[in-house]
């Protein structure tokens, strides 16, 4: 490496030091910025080596981002200390004012050509800084971001500054201007001033808005210096205005949604041979197991042949459609009998249903062809029970038929529909999710289902839409024998709830479990399969005895009102697997500070040695407030998590993002 050319090191250090023109003009919500969600660790590749700090110190500064005073007053530091710093800068992003740091470096930076500024600031963010170093400035792009239609005196501010800058600046082709349809309505937009500032700026050629009321595009139109207009989309009233005005018509481009997305190179097709056949020379069985294999990727056959060992608890009931593989499968069937052949048994290896009348017609199918149920592996029937049909009848006639079933996901009137399948079904399967109907369950008598040796994957919930409109009726005892049975779950809210049916169910293989917990039955249940289990989630807050029933306990999730979770859940106790605790913070429109206090009362008298593996939390219904507003207001989350880190423990949110420690502004040395 000592002996690569700076030339060839520039090259391979500038894509992770690059900002894409997106990121650096996206013009969302600030908490939304793709500066404040990614952690950016691209300095990191200063330290490796003096050349690599030369090289790459220029390819880091080029584009500046300023998310907060801090960060302001930190680049004014530094371009301070070492002038030349100054001189990288080509593109600068400016997410707020920021005080009077600004203008001490952009001062020092001439060569800034493209700014990027908001006029969504908050009382308390002072641009008094940005607003006196405009002038200086010598632009070839300027992008104005403004959707907040409550726009405070600071605001005012920046924008005069702005209008008495663009006249003036002699370099400035492109100008840019967001808003929303909202601010247009209401007349809080700055178009009829845009429009004023572009007849008295020569220089401005190219003009980027969004959204653009038909008005201002005409006159637009007007300006002779314009020579396009670009805009995201046009609905069909403004494109047919646009299409009756010639000026216009030539004016206005719809942008490219990803532009710097390459276009794939089309490849020229291989010309037909007539006489070619594939697999000619090929003895059959060889030939006949390649096409079986061919086929199987296909129609996605192959995922019914090896089915995830753990399916999600919380795997939503629908799934993927699958018309376009049966459609595939379907064509391959017509090439010739051979074809027809071999796709047959893909074709019903996964059959999914989603309508009545797709149900009513495969049933029918099933009846005539005796030689067909023993290819369904897979059975899924996406739709709900429907009064057009006799769902109960047909259950019964096909249940029995399908020998060959490893996963099975239907809707069931009841449980005692389960002894309706073939002993070999009930043998082989290995996953089986179902949902019952808030209906009479028949008699109490206890359902025996015998041996389900390669059940690994089992859920039981009531249908939550029958069951918020209709009482529970109570279930029949579940007598069978689940040996490796390694994932259930009964529902985790009360009308869902079916643990009446499992209370007394030995699991000894049970790791993955979800259930409600607000059962009177909880407790037997836990005391009964608790000590294999591993990952836990329970909607109520569960009775802190938990560690004594689960002592492998490694994941544990709780959905219910967080009010002194931590200290409630883990003051007093000890236990040496939990390593993961996730619970949802119920925030009451944007008052994270006030959710945050709630749930994490207490915590500091949490005796966390007493859990050496407790290393993770994460905070489902939260994501971290990453402006400079948002943290200010919401100083629990900093400390909660600071204080965490101290424990070795780290803090996400929904999104998965690790908190992190915020930079402090340095005192001068």
């Known amino acids: 490496m000592k002996k690569l050319p700076d030339e060839i090191l520039k090259e391979i250090l500038m894509p992770p030091l690059q900002v894409p023109d997106g990121e650096f003009s996206f013009t969302g919500r600030a908490c939304d910025s793709p500066f404040g969600r990614t952690a950016r660790n691209s300095a990191s590749l200063l330290v490796v080596s003096k050349q690599w700090m030369r090289v790459a110190t220029p390819l880091l500064y080029e584009v500046v981002v300023i998310r907060s005073t801090v960060q302001a007053k930190a680049l004014a530091y530094a371009i301070e200390s070492n002038k030349t710093l100054g001189m990288f800068i080509k593109r600068l992003r400016m997410e707020g004012g920021f005080g009077k740091a600004p203008a001490q470096f952009i001062a020092s930076a001439p060569n800034i050509r493209e700014l990027f500024v908001t006029l969504d600031l908050w009382s308390i963010d002072n641009p008094s800084g940005l607003c006196s170093a405009l002038s200086g400035m010598d632009l070839s792009r300027l992008v104005i971001n403004h959707k907040d239609s409550a726009i405070k005196k600071r605001a005012v501010h920046l924008w005069q500054s702005l209008s008495a800058c663009i006249p003036h600046w002699s370099n400035l082709e492109i100008l840019e201007y967001h808003s929303t349809y909202r601010m247009a309505r209401i007349g809080r937009s700055k178009y009829s001033q845009l429009v004023t500032l572009l007849k008295d700026s020569p220089s401005v050629k190219h003009i980027v808005i969004d959204p653009v009321p038909r008005h201002v595009l005409a006159q637009i ?145 099933i009846n005539d062809n005796r030689t067909l149920p023993v290819l369904i592996r897979v059975l899924r029937v996406n739709f709900r029970r429907s009064l057009q049909i006799d769902y109960d009848h047909c259950m019964a006639q096909l249940l029995p038929k399908l020998t060959g079933l490893v996963n099975l996901d239907i809707p069931l009137i009841n449980l005692r529909q389960l002894m309706l399948l073939d002993p070999a079904a009930l043998t082989n399967l290995q996953t089986l999710d179902i949902q019952l109907a808030v209906c009479d369950q028949g008699s109490c008598d206890a359902v025996e289902l015998g041996v389900l040796g390669g059940l690994s994957y089992f859920r039981c919930r009531y249908d939550i839409l029958e069951a918020l409109r209709h009482s529970k009726r109570p279930l029949p005892a579940l007598i069978v024998d689940l040996p490796n049975l390694t994932s259930l779950s009964m529902g985790t809210r009360d009308c869902e709830d079916t643990l009446d049916a499992f209370c007394t169910v030995r699991m000894p293989s049970l790791t993955h479990l979800q259930l409600c917990g607000n059962n009177m039955k909880t407790h037997e249940f836990l005391r009964l399969n608790g000590e294999t289990v591993k990952v836990l989630e329970i909607f109520d807050k569960p009775s802190s005895a938990i560690w004594t029933w689960c002592p492998r306990l490694e994941h544990l999730s709780v959905w219910c009102e967080p009010r002194s979770l931590l200290k409630s859940l883990l ?99």
């Open 221 to 365: 139109a007007l300006v002779t210096s314009i020579q396009t207009i670009s805009v995201e989309s046009l609905h069909s009233e403004l494109r047919d205005f646009v299409s009756s005005n010639p000026r216009l018509l030539k004016l206005v481009q719809i942008r490219r949604k990803f532009p710097d997305e390459p276009t794939p190179d089309m490849f020229p097709l291989a010309s037909a041979t007539p006489s070619f056949k594939p697999l000619e020379n090929v003895p059959k069985h060889t030939a006949n197991s390649i096409w079986d294999l061919i086929f199987s990727f296909a129609t996605h056959s192959y995922c019914a042949e090896r089915p995830p060992q753990i399916k999600p608890l919380n795997d939503p009931h629908l799934n993927p459609r699958r018309a376009s593989f049966y459609s595939t499968a379907r064509y391959l069937s017509m090439v010739s009998k051979s074809f027809r052949g071999t796709v047959r048994r893909h074709l019903f290896s996964i059959v999914q249903v989603e309508s009545s009348q797709q149900f009513l017609a495969f049933c029918n199918t």
């Open 571 to 669: 003051g007093g106790q000890k236990h040496s697997s939990l390593s993961k605790l996730h619970f949802l913070l119920r925030v009451s429109g944007s008052n994270i500070e006030k959710a945050m206090l709630s749930a994490t009362a207490g915590s500091q008298f949490v005796n966390f040695s007493h859990f050496p593996n407790f290393r993770e939390i994460h905070i489902r219904g939260l994501r971290w407030p990453n402006t400079e507003h948002e943290i200010n207001r919401n100083q629990r989350c900093n400390s909660f998590s600071l204080c965490m880190k101290r424990r070795g423990i780290v803090v996400y949110d929904e999104s998965g993002t690790p908190w992190r420690e915020r930079a402090l502004a340095r005192r001068r040395r």
